[in-house]
């Protein structure tokens, strides 16, 4: 079984950065593929960027330029560093745990563990 605790979330102004955590537990990390995904209220949950075990990442179209994901082997944690915050970048963020170590995929069926969310708020 696979634990996944996220952290760093919260109330931010628009511009302004975050940096999420996600301590993982139970497996293997360093040989998952690691993502995050967003929910915003009234809305489903959707990709926002992975991190292959080889450290390829990929993001959103949404996001890209301006959030970063990271990991570290050592301390089995992914990161997720979010600036230039958005309103729109309000949501609940899960990290996710590759079900294969191969994994190569913003597909959410792809990630068989889940974190239970940080709340990220971004005002205007």
């Known amino acids: 079984q696979v634990q996944l605790v996220e952290s760093g979330g919260g109330l931010v102004q628009a511009g302004g950065s975050l940096r999420l955590s996600c301590a993982a537990s139970g497996r293997t990390f360093s040989t998952s593929t690691m993502g995050w995904f967003r929910q915003a209220p009234g809305k489903e949950r959707e990709f926002v960027s992975f991190?292959?075990?080889?450290?390829?990442?990929y993001y959103a179209d949404s996001v890209k330029g301006r959030f970063a994901i990271s990991r570290d082997n050592g301390k089995n944690t992914v990161y997720l560093q979010m600036n230039s915050l958005k309103p729109e970048d309000t949501a609940v963020y899960y990290c996710?745990?590759?079900?294969?170590?191969?994994?190569?995929?913003?597909?959410?069926?792809?990630?068989?563990?889940w974190g239970q969310g940080t709340q990220v708020t971004v005002s205007s």
């Open positions: 996710a745990s590759s079900r294969y170590s191969s994994t190569y995929s913003t597909n959410q069926q792809d990630y068989a563990y």
């Open positions: 991190i292959t075990r080889s450290t390829t990442t």
